[in-house]
């Protein structure tokens, strides 16, 4: 039987359509005709219908580029039907040049999707057409902890060290900020407060943070009065604080910027910070600082240079920065929706053709899950209302998505988000006053595949 057959040498490259004449292309469209059988036609096939037999073996017979030529060229629900004919048809339906292009012809419309490498075409088509379906399966549910909870805030940062997401500083109004640190535990939904043994936080909000290993680093934020603050270390094994004076090409110190994480380097962009009487100066540069040295550079960037914002989300996807909304000015005379991305072998930032649209700008909640970006709340790009909705973002063709998940929060803007293991964990924010609500929504066996499944019981 066929099945017992090994493949040998499968070439994974597209055969292009050009460089076949309308034989081979005719050739092509009866084997599709052939393929296009379900599990049912296929037991046919295996009675003494010499015809039927012949077809199947004549098809077994071809390179194997052209086999994958053709599988690919069809729909998902036909590749889950042939993947149960036998083990070797199996195994060229797991091939990932298959579900590629099964994902272009769906979904292509940024040339990034030519660039973005993914390690499973066919799990990523799956979970993209689960999240948008109306039955995705995902809730929000608000979150009773145990332990001492915060105290309403935002503005406040929360960062993942493996299961804790650890939350320091924020404000409950202007005049009332926060210097201490919370640790909440997500499997056992516990909050904890950590004082540290040695050094401790000043008291300020709208700082940003990151952790690499078992280190926090926060930058900036303000205490309210008169004092910005400089690069700090909070580490978690020692559970100590210590103030860093800066080395190399320092930033200024700043507010409501945003940074993000690509290896052992930090990033920060944007921002603002109080100048000569009290004059509001936006910022629209780039830092880097090497978190082993602990040595700051500015990145003099070519290409698309984002405007000056404050307010906005950097976050990393694909060892690259991606920028996303903000807005300018006392009275946000200026507000973004825009995608910006900046390659660091490049040293080139490019503003991104997005299809769709999120109509948000300033102080969202956002989290990472795989390919996708989530986006909760904040400002409405259109007034100064706060929303509730939820938004995907797929960095691979580049595609905005609105996401239905009953039980939603009430609308906010300036809370903390975090992506832990398939669960995405929101706490505190502003709806008029400082909220101290957390709230979970769960992925975990939610993204359940729309396709049949193409692998094959195991044989007893």
Known sequence: MEGNRKL???????????????????????????????????????????????????????????????????????????????????????????????????????????RRPINSWKDYYSKKLTLMSDKNGLCWIEIKPSGERPSPRYQNTSTVVGK?????????????????????????????????????????????????DHRIFTFGGFNGISKHFNLCIFDTKLESWEYIESRGETPIPRTNHSATVIGKYMYIYGGMYKGNNNQLIFLDDLFCLDTETLIWRKIYAKGDIPPAKCGHKLMTFDNKLLLFGGGYGLEWEKKYNDVHIYDPLFNTWTKVNVKGNAPVCTFTIVFNAGPF?????????????????????????MEWSRIDAPSAPHPRDMGSGNMV????????????????????????????????????????
């Open 164 to 212: 804790y997401i650890y939350y320091i500083g924020g404000q409950e109004i202007p005049e009332k900020r926060f210097n201490d640190i919370f640790r909440f535990d997500t499997e056992s939904y516990t909050f904890e407060r950590v004082i540290p043994r040695h050094g401790f936080p000043p008291n300020f909000a709208r700082h940003s943070a990151v952790s690499i």
């Open 421 to 460: 293991g398939s669960t995405m964990f929101m706490f505190g924010g502003y709806n008029g006053s400082a909220i101290d609500e957390l709230h979970a929504l769960k992925m975990e066996k939610r993204l359940e595949l729309l396709l049949p499944s193409t692998r094959l019981s195991p044989i007893s």
């Open 8 to 114: 040998v040498n499968i070439h994974r490259q597209d055969i292009n359509n050009n460089n076949q004449n309308n034989n081979n292309r005719n050739y092509e469209d009866q084997m599709i005709s052939t393929l296009a059988i379900s599990p049912d036609t296929n037991n046919n096939c295996n009675n003494n219908n010499n015809n039927n037999n012949r077809k199947e073996r004549n098809f077994m017979e071809l390179p194997n580029e052209v086999t994958l030529r053709i599988i690919s060229l069809l729909d998902p629900n036909d590749i889950g039907n042939i993947c149960q004919t036998n083990r070797t048809l199996n195994m060229f339906c797991e091939e990932n040049i298959v579900w590629k292009a099964v994902c272009k012809r769906k979904w292509a419309h940024s040339p990034i999707f030519k």
């Open 373 to 397: 970006m989530f986006v909760f709340g904040g400002q409405s790009l259109s007034d100064d209302s706060l929303t509730n909705d939820l938004y995907l973002l797929d960095t691979v063709n």
